[in-house]
């Protein structure tokens, strides 16, 4: 079966804290991609990030950072120094073969209080 | 760059009423998808097309829902009849190649009275 589990429904921060959303998948391939993306209040879905299977290196980007953990089935997202606009829901994804499906986690809900 | 271009944004119509939804791919995106967003339910993929072709449209949740990409620019999603459980946001995304991201239009979001 492939699964996404994003175990935090919401949480919630003030400013300038730091923050990690976790995610959980599973799947029986081991070729696969996973996905970050942010829904912000205004409804659209922005894509954050992309990772295949094989490259477990970390990823930064500016305040955003990843870690791809294949030991763990784990792809955790953290938000350094947040900020109000990063308020949003944030969904990770699985990439599903051979049909090319994104298996959607349910989303954490983030908020950041002034 | 454009991104995915969707219309309308809102839709309010009353149950039993034919509702079409639009997408405009970004050009040279050669997969597209349509989805459905609801709280309960969360994303929910309805079909995706390879080259406009339909691939899998599993999602579909019944013959009511039809899903077609006349060409490589354009993509419609019609109910009919609508119900009052139809009420979501539906949206259309564009990919690349299968590996890479979906790219998000801004959704369409449709109420049945």
């Known amino acids: 079966a492939q699964k996404v589990t994003q175990a935090q429904t919401e949480i919630s921060v003030v400013e300038k804290e730091d923050v990690t959303l976790d995610c959980v998948y599973e799947t029986r391939d081991t070729t696969y991609y996973l996905f970050w993306y942010k829904q912000p209040p205004s409804g659209e ?5 992309r990772r295949n299977s094989f490259d477990e290196q970390n990823e ?3 305040r955003y950072s990843w870690n791809f953990q294949k030991s763990t089935s784990s792809f ?6 947040s900020q109000v606009v990063d308020s949003a829901v944030y969904f990770c994804a699985l990439r599903r073969t051979p ?4 298996i959607w986690g349910a989303g ?3 908020i950041i209080k002034p | 760059d454009a991104g995915v271009i969707q219309s309308p944004r809102h ?11 639009r997408c405009k791919p970004i050009s ?3 997969y597209l998808f349509w989805y459905r967003q609801t709280m309960m339910r969360g994303l929910e993929l309805l079909i995706y097309f390879n080259n406009n072709v339909p ?8 013959d009511r829902f039809s899903a077609k990409m006349p060409n490589a620019s354009f993509s419609t999603l019609k109910i009919q009849p609508s119900e009052p459980r139809d009420s979501a946001v539906y949206f259309c995304a564009s990919s690349r190649g299968e590996n890479q991201p979906q790219h998000f239009g801004d959704g369409t979001r449709l109420s049945i009275l």
């Open chain 1, 45 to 49: 879905l922005v894509f954050l990030i």
């Open chain 1, 60 to 62: 930064i980007s500016g």
């Open chain 1, 76 to 81: 955790n997202f953290t938000i350094t120094a």
């Open chain 1, 99 to 102: 049909n090319y499906q994104l």
């Open chain 1, 108 to 110: 954490t809900k983030l």
């Open chain 2, 11 to 21: 839709e309010v119509t009353e149950m039993g009423q034919e509702v079409t939804l």
């Open chain 2, 28 to 30: 040279g995106h050669d």
């Open chain 2, 55 to 62: 691939i899998d449209d599993s999602g579909m949740p019944e």
